[in-house]
Protein backbone atom coordinates (compact mmCIF):
# COMPACT_ATOMS: atom_id res chain seq x y z
CA UNK A 1 0.00 0.00 0.00
CA UNK A 2 1.55 3.63 -0.70
CA UNK A 3 2.23 5.71 2.31
CA UNK A 4 -0.88 7.65 3.99
CA UNK A 5 1.06 10.86 4.93
CA UNK A 6 0.24 13.79 7.17
CA UNK A 7 2.66 16.48 6.37
CA UNK A 8 3.13 19.64 8.28
CA UNK A 9 3.93 22.97 6.49
CA UNK A 10 4.40 25.60 8.98
CA UNK A 11 6.18 28.16 6.90
CA UNK A 12 7.36 31.08 8.46
CA UNK A 13 5.21 30.58 11.98
CA UNK A 14 6.26 29.71 15.61
CA UNK A 15 9.27 30.56 17.89
CA UNK A 16 11.65 28.27 18.41
CA UNK A 17 9.75 27.53 21.81
CA UNK A 18 6.42 27.51 20.33
CA UNK A 19 7.12 25.78 17.69
CA UNK A 20 8.79 22.99 20.22
CA UNK A 21 5.58 22.81 22.22
CA UNK A 22 3.46 22.51 19.62
CA UNK A 23 5.74 19.55 17.99
CA UNK A 24 6.12 17.92 21.52
CA UNK A 25 2.46 18.34 21.82
CA UNK A 26 1.53 16.85 18.61
CA UNK A 27 4.09 13.58 18.87
CA UNK A 28 3.19 12.85 22.08
CA UNK A 29 -0.50 12.54 20.98
CA UNK A 30 -0.12 10.57 18.40
CA UNK A 31 -1.42 6.91 18.74
CA UNK A 32 -0.08 4.25 17.09
CA UNK A 33 0.71 4.73 13.81
CA UNK A 34 0.45 1.42 11.48
CA UNK A 35 3.17 1.00 8.78
CA UNK A 36 1.82 2.73 6.00
CA UNK A 37 1.39 5.92 7.83
CA UNK A 38 3.78 8.52 8.62
CA UNK A 39 3.38 12.03 9.83
CA UNK A 40 6.06 15.07 9.00
CA UNK A 41 6.51 18.40 10.17
CA UNK A 42 8.39 20.61 7.75
CA UNK A 43 9.56 22.81 10.56
CA UNK A 44 12.07 26.74 9.54
CA UNK A 45 15.64 25.53 9.04
CA UNK A 46 16.79 26.93 12.34
CA UNK A 47 14.68 24.05 14.09
CA UNK A 48 15.58 21.69 12.28
CA UNK A 49 17.99 19.87 14.17
CA UNK A 50 16.71 20.73 17.79
CA UNK A 51 12.94 19.08 16.00
CA UNK A 52 14.41 16.21 14.92
CA UNK A 53 16.52 15.57 18.06
CA UNK A 54 12.73 15.93 20.12
CA UNK A 55 10.83 13.20 17.90
CA UNK A 56 13.15 10.93 19.23
CA UNK A 57 13.20 8.46 16.41
CA UNK A 58 9.78 7.63 17.40
CA UNK A 59 8.98 5.60 14.64
CA UNK A 60 6.82 6.83 11.05
CA UNK A 61 7.75 10.80 12.17
CA UNK A 62 9.96 12.81 10.64
CA UNK A 63 11.41 16.04 9.83
CA UNK A 64 10.99 17.90 6.84
CA UNK A 65 12.95 21.33 5.44
CA UNK A 66 10.50 23.53 3.73
CA UNK A 67 12.95 24.23 0.80
CA UNK A 68 16.54 23.86 -0.75
CA UNK A 69 18.88 25.14 -2.50
CA UNK A 70 19.35 24.27 -6.34
CA UNK A 71 22.97 24.08 -6.57
CA UNK A 72 25.43 22.08 -4.37
CA UNK A 73 27.33 24.67 -2.65
CA UNK A 74 28.68 28.19 -3.29
CA UNK A 75 28.12 32.11 -3.18
CA UNK A 76 24.31 31.77 -2.48
CA UNK A 77 24.35 33.99 0.64
CA UNK A 78 21.12 33.12 2.61
CA UNK A 79 20.70 29.95 1.38
CA UNK A 80 20.43 26.23 2.33
CA UNK A 81 21.93 23.03 0.49
CA UNK A 82 20.72 19.11 0.06
CA UNK A 83 23.92 18.66 1.44
CA UNK A 84 23.48 20.66 4.39
CA UNK A 85 20.11 18.97 4.76
CA UNK A 86 21.47 15.53 4.28
CA UNK A 87 24.83 16.39 7.01
CA UNK A 88 22.15 16.80 9.92
CA UNK A 89 20.20 13.83 9.33
CA UNK A 90 16.87 15.31 7.44
CA UNK A 91 15.01 13.16 5.13
CA UNK A 92 12.48 14.55 3.45
CA UNK A 93 12.48 18.32 1.88
CA UNK A 94 9.58 20.30 0.15
CA UNK A 95 10.14 21.19 -3.62
CA UNK A 96 8.30 23.78 -5.55
CA UNK A 97 5.42 25.34 -2.87
CA UNK A 98 3.49 27.82 -4.48
CA UNK A 99 4.49 30.52 -2.36
CA UNK A 100 8.61 29.71 -3.15
CA UNK A 101 7.29 29.55 -6.60
CA UNK A 102 5.36 32.63 -6.68
CA UNK A 103 7.59 34.82 -4.52
CA UNK A 104 10.65 33.72 -5.19
CA UNK A 105 10.13 32.94 -8.94
CA UNK A 106 11.15 29.40 -8.93
CA UNK A 107 10.93 27.35 -12.32
CA UNK A 108 10.09 23.77 -12.99
CA UNK A 109 13.43 23.57 -14.35
CA UNK A 110 15.17 24.58 -10.97
CA UNK A 111 13.01 22.42 -9.27
CA UNK A 112 14.12 19.89 -11.45
CA UNK A 113 17.21 20.42 -10.14
CA UNK A 114 16.11 20.58 -6.71
CA UNK A 115 14.52 16.80 -7.20
CA UNK A 116 17.77 15.67 -8.28
CA UNK A 117 19.62 16.96 -5.46
CA UNK A 118 17.33 16.00 -3.16
CA UNK A 119 17.04 12.12 -4.56
CA UNK A 120 21.04 12.16 -4.71
CA UNK A 121 21.53 12.13 -0.83
CA UNK A 122 18.43 9.58 0.03
CA UNK A 123 16.18 13.03 0.93
CA UNK A 124 12.36 12.46 -0.24
CA UNK A 125 11.25 15.09 -2.11
CA UNK A 126 7.29 16.48 -1.64
CA UNK A 127 7.13 17.99 -4.90
CA UNK A 128 4.29 20.66 -4.66
CA UNK A 129 1.83 21.39 -8.13
CA UNK A 130 -1.34 22.82 -8.16
CA UNK A 131 -3.13 25.39 -10.67
CA UNK A 132 -4.26 28.92 -9.60
CA UNK A 133 -7.69 30.08 -9.77
CA UNK A 134 -7.99 31.57 -13.44
CA UNK A 135 -6.34 27.96 -14.96
CA UNK A 136 -9.09 26.38 -13.18
CA UNK A 137 -11.60 29.04 -14.37
CA UNK A 138 -10.69 27.76 -17.49
CA UNK A 139 -10.75 24.63 -17.13
CA UNK A 140 -7.22 23.82 -18.12
CA UNK A 141 -6.43 22.42 -14.59
CA UNK A 142 -5.07 19.05 -15.71
CA UNK A 143 -3.02 19.76 -18.57
CA UNK A 144 -1.20 23.09 -16.32
CA UNK A 145 -0.83 20.41 -13.85
CA UNK A 146 0.48 17.90 -15.34
CA UNK A 147 3.14 20.05 -16.84
CA UNK A 148 4.63 21.48 -13.87
CA UNK A 149 4.89 17.38 -13.33
CA UNK A 150 6.36 16.66 -17.15
CA UNK A 151 9.12 19.46 -16.49
CA UNK A 152 10.42 18.83 -13.09
CA UNK A 153 9.85 15.21 -12.78
CA UNK A 154 9.23 13.02 -15.61
CA UNK A 155 13.41 12.93 -16.55
CA UNK A 156 13.44 10.54 -13.50
CA UNK A 157 13.61 6.79 -14.00
CA UNK A 158 10.82 4.28 -12.96
CA UNK A 159 12.94 3.47 -9.75
CA UNK A 160 13.70 7.40 -8.99
CA UNK A 161 9.80 8.42 -9.41
CA UNK A 162 8.75 6.42 -6.77
CA UNK A 163 10.61 7.90 -4.28
CA UNK A 164 9.06 11.36 -4.94
CA UNK A 165 6.04 12.38 -2.85
CA UNK A 166 3.74 14.50 -5.00
CA UNK A 167 1.54 17.01 -3.23
CA UNK A 168 -1.34 18.57 -5.85
CA UNK A 169 -2.36 21.91 -3.95
CA UNK A 170 -4.26 24.32 -6.01
CA UNK A 171 -3.40 27.51 -5.25
CA UNK A 172 -6.89 28.82 -4.85
CA UNK A 173 -7.66 26.66 -1.76
CA UNK A 174 -3.93 27.17 -0.44
CA UNK A 175 -4.50 29.59 2.94
CA UNK A 176 -8.10 30.83 1.83
CA UNK A 177 -10.59 28.73 3.76
CA UNK A 178 -11.38 27.48 0.39
CA UNK A 179 -11.28 23.62 0.25
CA UNK A 180 -11.23 21.53 -3.09
CA UNK A 181 -14.26 19.77 -2.54
CA UNK A 182 -13.03 15.78 -1.99
CA UNK A 183 -14.26 15.18 -5.98
CA UNK A 184 -12.40 18.05 -7.37
CA UNK A 185 -9.51 16.47 -5.10
CA UNK A 186 -9.97 12.65 -6.38
CA UNK A 187 -10.29 14.14 -10.14
CA UNK A 188 -6.38 15.53 -10.33
CA UNK A 189 -5.12 12.80 -8.18
CA UNK A 190 -6.19 10.29 -10.61
CA UNK A 191 -5.43 12.11 -13.48
CA UNK A 192 -1.90 11.90 -12.18
CA UNK A 193 -1.82 8.84 -11.66
CA UNK A 194 -2.93 7.83 -14.82
CA UNK A 195 0.29 10.32 -15.98
CA UNK A 196 2.20 8.77 -14.29
CA UNK A 197 0.57 5.09 -15.21
CA UNK A 198 1.29 6.40 -18.92
CA UNK A 199 5.07 7.68 -18.22
CA UNK A 200 6.19 4.79 -15.92
CA UNK A 201 3.53 2.12 -15.82
CA UNK A 202 0.82 1.16 -13.33
CA UNK A 203 3.01 -0.51 -11.00
CA UNK A 204 4.85 2.36 -10.37
CA UNK A 205 1.95 4.83 -10.28
CA UNK A 206 0.55 2.66 -7.45
CA UNK A 207 3.74 3.30 -5.66
CA UNK A 208 3.64 7.20 -5.41
CA UNK A 209 2.01 8.75 -2.55
CA UNK A 210 -0.15 11.72 -4.24
CA UNK A 211 -0.97 14.22 -1.04
CA UNK A 212 -4.12 16.90 -1.38
CA UNK A 213 -3.02 20.64 0.04
CA UNK A 214 -5.56 23.87 0.51
CA UNK A 215 -7.35 24.35 3.42
CA UNK A 216 -7.64 20.99 4.83
CA UNK A 217 -8.79 20.83 8.50
CA UNK A 218 -9.72 18.65 11.17
CA UNK A 219 -13.42 18.69 10.30
CA UNK A 220 -12.88 18.06 6.56
CA UNK A 221 -9.84 15.67 6.40
CA UNK A 222 -11.32 12.16 6.38
CA UNK A 223 -13.81 13.06 3.54
CA UNK A 224 -10.72 14.60 1.44
CA UNK A 225 -8.16 11.21 2.50
CA UNK A 226 -11.19 8.55 2.08
CA UNK A 227 -10.93 9.28 -1.86
CA UNK A 228 -8.87 6.17 -3.33
CA UNK A 229 -6.15 8.62 -4.95
CA UNK A 230 -5.72 10.56 -2.16
CA UNK A 231 -2.95 9.29 0.58
CA UNK A 232 -3.02 12.45 3.21
CA UNK A 233 -2.40 16.05 2.80
CA UNK A 234 0.03 19.11 3.01
CA UNK A 235 -1.54 21.26 5.83
CA UNK A 236 -0.48 25.00 6.45
CA UNK A 237 -2.87 26.66 8.82
CA UNK A 238 -4.37 23.79 10.63
CA UNK A 239 -0.97 22.38 11.31
CA UNK A 240 -0.13 25.42 13.74
CA UNK A 241 -3.08 24.31 16.20
CA UNK A 242 -2.31 21.14 17.99
CA UNK A 243 -5.86 19.37 18.17
CA UNK A 244 -6.60 20.43 14.38
CA UNK A 245 -3.79 18.68 13.12
CA UNK A 246 -4.14 15.35 15.72
CA UNK A 247 -7.83 15.17 14.19
CA UNK A 248 -6.04 15.42 10.31
CA UNK A 249 -3.12 13.07 11.40
CA UNK A 250 -6.45 10.60 13.00
CA UNK A 251 -8.19 10.89 9.42
CA UNK A 252 -5.41 9.00 7.73
CA UNK A 253 -6.29 6.05 5.91
C1 LIG B 1 0.23 24.76 2.36
O1 LIG B 1 0.86 25.72 2.75
O2 LIG B 1 0.82 23.86 1.75
C2 LIG B 1 -1.21 24.71 2.62
C3 LIG B 1 -1.90 23.77 2.06
O3 LIG B 1 -1.72 25.70 3.43
P1 LIG B 1 -3.21 25.70 4.07
O4 LIG B 1 -3.44 24.34 4.64
O5 LIG B 1 -3.15 26.77 5.10
O6 LIG B 1 -4.16 25.99 2.95
Redesign the pocket.
Known sequence: MRKQIAAA?W?MNKTFQDGKELLETIVNGIGNLSSDQQVIFAVPFPYLMESNKSINNKPNVFISAQNCHHKTAGAFTGEVSVDMLDSIGIKYC?VG???RREYFHESNAELAEKVNLCLSKSITPIF?CGEPLNIREEGIQNSFVEKQLNDSLFHLDAEAVQKVVI?Y?PIW?????K?ATSDQAQEMHAHLRTVLAQKFGKQVADHVSILY?????GANAKEIFSQPDVDG???????LISAEFLQIISALK
Open positions: NKVHSECAEAIGTGTGGSVKGLVGGAS
